[in-house]
């Protein structure tokens, strides 16, 4: 029985791991789950077996955490950090084993699985804590026509449909069913055949289109400034844009952190904008660190220069990175701001409105918020018709951490219909399709640039309209469950004891 159980805890970990970067082989995050049903059919330590399966995935996944690029008393921070977030992230798998296994003998199995799935899925993604790498949607990453769903039912409905699916497939591989197998294979069929058509029928009207120069650095970013970091800059700047001269385009998008320090304070990197600016006659969107002297607040910033050098637009990071950029809940709990973690200090900006120029709208995203499906869909609502993500992977070194930051944004583009022009300091600089496909792209750590056309969209995606129904549905779902069950055991105590 150990040897199965062992096996059955590597074979789950091995499909879902082989279903993502580097490998991603279609068709795998269909069958992921069979392990895991076959693993609470043995009725033991359910919570613990489906717990290991989350450990040994996110252990494999989050190891970049342990490599940011810092040194000192910090570096250890980091590598109990990542020991703590792999634990706190399988608890959500565990915490579906425990709860499904109560389930698993009864007629709406096969409902309730995908639906605790995503409610658990749902729940780690938000409140300060929200941390929602790797949620299961990603596991079609390499398999796009059955991401493509998510432009109608949103991530959380692929997640559903996976795991629904795993179920039918664990169902015939138990039963030995033919059918079983044959209806599973049907699905699988029509996800892909469903999914190429929402994403083709859905992305029309791209009647007007904006010219971006996109500017990769190559820079690596530091902890504590450092003025040889401002001539470091420039000079990777002034390279690339000696080639730049040959080009025209509308607007020059820059990533998170482009400049060190704070760009209204600093008078050399508002001289070195201005120049840009005039020598281009072209918009620059770029970041920057931002500082609110009254309510003495920073933040992690966009700012948009118009080719005279005023500043036309701003936005501020509303979604911080969890013990990176603040402490969670510490806007809420007093106590916790005298804390020390070596965390940052930011504050969330506290609204979200796309920045404008000639007719162009751009939902901005600044790094880890191209990991919340709520956070684009909510700038393509309020108007945006491109979406920009800005963000500096540089601290994660050559590790899977910035592909798998990259494949989030393909998702975004998917749920939106909207091009997504991602500018990453070391890279990934992209710009990816609505089709989650990438049009062009300039790979990590080299140094250079791009300049292309993107197609502006003002319409709807289905998903855009319904939200994330899926995820109410299921808690619907799986309250009413708990509340049938929990009255029918009260019943029967009732009977028993009459």
Known sequence: MKKITFWLVFAAFALLELSIYPFKL?????????PFFLLIDLRKKSFLMIYLIGVLFFAANLY?????????????????????????????????????????DKKLAWLL???????????????????????????????????????????????????????????????????????????????HIIGYLSVKLQNKGFKRKVRVAVIQPDILPTTVYNPAEWWQTVKAF?????????????????????????YRLGQKVKRYVHGIVRRYDAYILFGSAEYDPVNIKIYNSAFLVDPNGKIVGFYSKNHLVPFGEHLP????????????????????????????????????????????????????????????VMTNDGWFGKTVGPVLHYE????????????????????????????????????????????????????????????????WLSILIVASALAYFAIMRRRKRSEHQL
């Open 113 to 191: 699985a995908p639906s605790i799935w995503v409610v658990l899925e749902y729940a780690r993604s938000v409140t300060d804590l929200g941390f929602p790498w790797l949620n299961l949607w990603m596991t079609t990453a390499g398999d796009l026509p059955i991401a493509g769903l998510a432009s109608v039912i949103g991530p959380y409905g692929v997640s559903w449909l996976l795991v629904f699916n795993g179920y039918i497939a664990y169902k015939a591989v138990k039963e030995k069913s033919k059918k079983l197998l044959a209806i599973f294979l049907s699905v699988v069929v029509a996800l």
């Open 64 to 104: 970049f955490v342990a490599f940011i690029q810092i040194a000192g008393y910090e570096k250890f921070a980091l590598i109990l950090g990542y020991i703590l977030l792999v634990l706190y992230e399988s608890l959500f798998y565990g915490l579906w084993g425990w709860l499904y296994s109560r389930f698993h």
């Open 26 to 34: 279609p068709i795998l995050g269909t069958v992921a789950f069979v």
């Open 238 to 262: 002034n390279t690339i844009m000696d080639s730049l001269d040959k080009d025209s385009f509308d607007i020059i998008i820059l990533s998170e952190s482009a400049f060190p320090g704070f």
């Open 408 to 471: 989030h944004a393909r998702f975004r583009a998917i749920e939106t219909g909207r091009y997504i022009v991602r500018s990453a300091k070391t890279g990934i600089s992209a710009i990816i399709a609505p089709d989650g496909s990438t049009v062009t792209e300039l790979p990590l750590f080299k140094a250079g640039y791009f300049v292309s056309d993107v197609p502006l969209r003002d319409g709807k995606t289905i998903y855009m309209v319904l939200g994330d129904l899926i995820v």
């Open 329 to 388: 809940f510490e806007d809420k709990l007093k106590f916790l701001r005298r804390i020390n973690l070596g965390q940052s200090d930011y504050s969330p900006g506290g609204s979200f409105k796309p920045l404008s120029f000639n007719g162009v709208k751009m939902g901005i995203m600044i790094c880890f918020e191209s990991m919340f499906p709520e956070i684009s869909r909510r700038e393509a609502n309020l108007g945006a018709n491109m979406l920009v």
